[in-house]
T-cell receptor
Framework: DADVTQTPRNRITKTGKRIMLECSQT?????MYWYRQDPGLGLRLIYYSFDVKDINKGEISDGYSVSRQAQAKFSLSLESAIPNQTALYFCATSALTGTSTDTQYFGPGTRLTVL | QKEVEQNSGPLSVPEGAIASLNCTYSDRGSQSFFWYRQYSGKSPELIMFIYSNGDKEDGRFTAQLNKASQYVSLLIRDSQPSDSATYLCAVNQGSNYQLIWGAGTKLIIKP
């Protein structure tokens, strides 16, 4: 079984619709992240959470919101989707070891298309 | 302005040769450096990380770090067609353990 799962894997939606992407993990990690990936731009951090009560904005949080429902669950919402939010979205987790070598582990990704 | 730079490629290498991938970073306070591999349409997966100057070897892979020159490289020996992928460099600047990502280098191993 996958340690980090994302649902849905693919989603096509229309401009203005609200959409939620979900992430669950069984790794027991405290830290969770949401990234988007666009061709030629690499991974960009949207939001990250170090525990259930700690949520932080990343580089590109405008137009997105998140909810950390439990240690194992971290959801990303697009309140009113727009076409330039079409991208590949990844959830990642890492353990809280307090060192700079904490490794991030990624889910399989959600391909989102906004028409 | 991007803080982690990689040549986008594609870098084409014959099978069996050594593939050399490079990454430069701007923050001198960066503490640790990661190489991830990403196959098309798939998620990034960790190859290795390095935090001390010098070389670190893991099987066919060697990471090299030079903090004075602010670059990190990944060497792949005896390249195989299955090594064809995009290689992402990520840098941990230490302040809050976030990773700053390069855009990746596409590597093609020709049989």
């Amino acid at each position: 079984d996958a340690d980090v799962t994302q649902t849905p894997r693919n989603r096509i939606t229309k401009t203005g619709k609200r959409i939620m992407l979900e992430c669950s993990q069984t790794k027991g990690h405290d830290r969770m992240y949401w990234y988007r990936q666009d061709p030629g731009l690499g991974l960009r951090l949207i939001y990250y959470s170090f525990d259930v009560k700690d949520i932080n904005k990343g580089e590109i949080s405008d137009g997105y919101s998140v909810s950390r429902q439990a240690q194992a669950k971290f959801s990303l919402s697009l309140e009113s989707a727009i076409p330039n939010q079409t991208a590949l979205y990844f959830c990642a987790t890492s353990a809280l070891t307090g060192t700079s070598t904490d490794t991030q582990y990624f889910g399989p990704g959600t391909r989102l298309t906004v028409l | 302005q991007k803080e982690v730079e990689q040549n986008s490629g594609p870098l084409s290498v014959p099978e069996g040769a050594i593939a050399s991938l490079n990454c430069t970073y701007s923050d001198r306070g960066s503490q640790s450096f990661f190489w991830y591999r990403q196959y098309s349409g798939k998620s990034p997966e960790l190859i290795m990380f390095i935090y001390s100057n010098g070389d670190k070897e893991d099987g066919r892979f060697t990471a090299q770090l030079n903090k004075a020159s602010q670059y990190v490289s990944l060497l792949i020996r005896d390249s195989q067609p299955s090594d064809s992928a995009t290689y992402l460099c990520a840098v941990n600047q230490g302040s809050n353990y976030q990773l700053i990502w390069g855009a990746g280098t596409k590597l093609i191993i020709k049989p």
